[in-house]
């Protein structure tokens, strides 16, 4: 799944699926630290009292989730992850 992408940027024939998918993992977030991508979803205006209302925007995203290789639901996970990541 995501040991997949890596081998599209950084190929490693050699290594396991698991150790793909941690280096994409990481080189991912290495990506965004050198862009400044902020690393909170409060530092894009999500914060605890606004999850709800984000989730609920988020409802008609299914189709877009799906392309993820890891199942994501915009019904059952959204807001479980919006909260994860807020400050």
Known sequence: DYA????????HP?????RKARRFADAIRELARS?????TLSQWGITADNVDEVGDLM??????F?????AFSAKTDVYDMLRRHVD
């Open 66 to 70: 799906d392309q993820n290789p890891i």
């Open 4 to 11: 997949e992408l890596l081998d599209l940027v950084e190929p």
């Open 59 to 64: 409802q008609g995203m299914q189709a877009a």
């Open 35 to 39: 862009l400044d991508v902020p690393e």
């Open 14 to 18: 050699d290594w396991s699926a698991e």
